[in-house]
């Protein structure tokens, strides 16, 4: 059966369309990019060029008609684009992180709805091959109760190469620091394993230099899917080297996924010595692999959303919990006034 074809609209020509979506959704048959739209003109007119788009715009309003747009443009600037959006009637598949508070994702959510559009969030890792298998021998309790879930990611930032007008440089643009901008995606990927259904936080801190966040640790409890309560405790960094890691720590075993595409779901000893790397029978994982694949994979998800009207994988309505997360992490520790 022929698959649907989706006319697809771009918001933002930044680094994320250049290096990932552009050349993700130039090879997948069933998308047609139809125009890019940024402020900044000349790096729209770029990449359009290199990928044989025929239409730039610098304003929504001038867009013609799509069927799904990508919004990926940053955190602090999405909110006028949102209601324009909404009265366009497009489906939208947004970048992370996905809204700066639960208020603020749930009138997208609310909006979205009374718009009749799906909305769909840019957590991939979702998608990635290690994420899924983990999914699913947490959803079918096959190593046992889970007791407790260590995730953390980090290296020491020496530079970024940007200038100061770069949107991570300005809380505002980016609604956060490292725990916004990167913790988003561990925490994600921590919930989207567990099927997590609540958490709370019982310690957390947070290191600020001026209004940003460099490292953020929390501890807590979270609620699994169909299991009892378990331990949870996350850091993310951009001042120490920690472990780019999901630790799922079971009664006599641990299981150990990485943060990166390829990384292997490792069975390990109760006390973390590795037995097996694990890798999911019958193809039944999605095919990732390298990043793009997981963009790909995450737009197949997104494009089966809009066509079922069921949000699945990709859809935003999971993620509330990560926003949730990472709201209460900044509210127990706001930024120095
Ligand atoms: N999923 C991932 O792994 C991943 C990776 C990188 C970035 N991202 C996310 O994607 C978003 C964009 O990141 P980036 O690195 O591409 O940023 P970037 O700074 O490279 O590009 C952002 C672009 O948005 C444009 N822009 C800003 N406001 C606009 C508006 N109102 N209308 C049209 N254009 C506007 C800017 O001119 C700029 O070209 C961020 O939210 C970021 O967190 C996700």
């Known amino acids: 059966m022929d698959q649907p074809l989706f006319r697809v609209g771009i918001i933002g020509a930044g680094s994320v369309v250049e290096d990932y979506h552009l050349p993700v959704l130039n090879a997948l048959s069933q998308a047609r990019v139809m125009w890019l739209c940024d402020l900044n003109r000349q790096r729209a007119a770029r990449l359009a060029a290199a990928y044989r788009i025929k239409s730039v715009y610098q304003q929504l309003e001038q867009c013609s008609e799509v069927d799904v747009a990508l919004l990926a443009i940053p955190l602090g600037c999405r909110r006028p684009v949102w209601e324009r959006l909404f009265a366009r009637g497009w489906h939208v598949l947004c970048e992370k992180p996905f809204a700066a508070n639960v208020a603020e994702h749930d009138w997208i959510m609310e909006a979205g709805t009374a718009a009749r559009i799906q909305i769909g969030?840019?957590?991939?890792?979702?998608?990635?091959?290690?994420?899924?298998?983990?999914?699913?021998?947490?959803?079918?309790?096959?190593?046992?109760?889970?007791?407790?879930?260590?995730?953390?990611?980090?290296?020491?930032?020496?530079?970024?190469?940007?200038?100061?007008?770069w949107y991570q440089a300005s809380r505002s643009?980016?609604?956060?620091?490292?725990?916004?901008?990167?913790?988003?995606?561990?925490?994600?990927?921590?919930?989207?394993?567990?099927?997590?259904?609540?958490?709370?936080?019982?310690?957390?801190?947070?290191?600020?230099?001026?209004?940003?966040?460099?490292?953020?640790?929390?501890?807590?409890?979270?609620?699994?899917?169909?299991?009892?309560?378990?331990?949870?405790?996350?850091?993310?960094?951009?001042?120490?080297?920690?472990?780019?890691?999901?630790?799922?720590?079971?009664?006599?075993?641990?299981?150990?996924?990485?943060?990166?595409?390829?990384?292997?779901?490792?069975?390990?000893?109760?006390?973390?010595?590795?037995?097996?790397q694990l890798a999911a029978a019958g193809g039944a994982e999605p095919a990732t692999g390298r990043a793009y694949r997981a963009f790909s994979a995450h737009w197949c998800e997104f494009f089966r959303q809009c066509t079922s009207g069921i949000a699945a994988?990709?859809?935003?309505?999971?993620?509330?919990?990560?926003?949730?997360?990472?709201?209460?992490?900044?509210?127990?520790?706001?930024p120095p006034a």
């Open 313 to 334: 994988l990709a859809g935003a309505a999971s993620s509330r919990l990560t926003t949730a997360f990472i709201e209460s992490c900044y509210r127990l520790n706001p």
């Open 121 to 165: 969030a840019g957590f991939m890792r979702r998608t990635y091959r290690g994420v899924a298998l983990a999914r699913r021998l947490v959803a079918q309790s096959l190593l046992g109760r889970l007791r407790g879930v260590w995730a953390s990611e980090g290296g020491r930032l020496r530079a970024t190469g940007r200038g100061s007008d």
């Open 173 to 276: 643009s980016a609604g956060g620091g490292v725990l916004m901008e990167s913790g988003c995606h561990l925490i994600d990927q921590v919930f989207s394993i567990c099927g997590a259904q609540d958490f709370t936080i019982e310690h957390s801190a947070i290191v600020y230099h001026e209004e940003l966040d460099y490292e953020a640790r929390a501890t807590g409890t979270l609620i699994p899917a169909g299991q009892p309560p378990c331990k949870l405790a996350v850091a993310v960094s951009r001042l120490n080297d920690y472990p780019n890691q999901v630790v799922l720590q079971f009664d006599h075993a641990q299981l150990r996924i990485g943060t990166a595409p390829d990384a292997p779901a490792q069975l390990c000893t109760g006390d973390g010595q590795t037995v097996a």
